[in-house]
């Protein structure tokens, strides 16, 4: 079974910082793609910020230069450093990863159980 448990949303004021993380865990071969969506009420979920084994991050226009996605191969683990928050940033966060499962031939996406980011002005 495959898991990613994310941790570190919470309340914080306009301005401030939050690091969200998201660990994958169970039988797992290899990762490829991880990232950050986020989603609030009555909007699709957007693409925050991804990383790919091997290549550059890519971002939203909304949050370059104020989102900084990491990842540690070693510990399965996507770091998501928000700083400079603002309202507009304010919405339930999901990590995203494909995985192929020890069990499998074939990447799969799997989700996290989603994390609420709440910026107050």
């Known amino acids: 079974q495959v898991q990613l448990v994310e941790s570190g949303g919470g309340l914080v004021q306009a301005g401030g910082s939050l690091r969200l993380s998201c660990a994958a865990s169970?039988?797992?071969?290899?990762?490829?793609?991880m990232g950050w969506y986020r989603q609030t009420p009555g909007k699709q979920r957007e693409l925050v910020a991804g990383?790919?084994?091997?290549?550059?991050?890519n971002y939203v226009d909304s949050v370059k230069g104020r989102f900084t996605i990491s990842r540690d191969n070693a510990k399965r683990t996507v770091y998501l450093q928000m700083n400079s928050l603002n309202a507009e940033d304010t919405a339930v966060y999901y990590c995203n990863a494909l995985i192929l499962p020890k069990s499998g031939s074939v990447y799969r996406a799997y989700w996290g159980q989603g994390t609420q980011v709440t910026v107050s002005s």
């Open positions: 990383i790919t084994s091997g290549s550059s991050p």
């Open positions: 169970g039988s797992i071969s290899s990762i490829n793609f």
